[in-house]
């Protein structure tokens, strides 16, 4: 179970690309790449009326 053994962030990052206005929904649309050794690694991007704002990469420390 999660609560056993929580998956630890080694790193992230946020590059904001512009503004966003906030006034609707954001898209947030993520893909795992690459997993394997107890670590895995995100990236993602943000997306509002079909705009970029936002890319986002993540570093986990997954144990089992």
Known sequence: P???????SLD???????VP????WILYDCHSPAASAGRGLVFG?????GQRVATVAQEALIES
């Open 12 to 18: 992230h990052t946020l590059w904001l690309h512009r």
């Open 21 to 24: 206005a906030l006034s609707d």
């Open 2 to 8: 999660w609560d056993a053994h929580p998956p630890a």
């Open 45 to 49: 991007g943000l997306y509002e009326a």
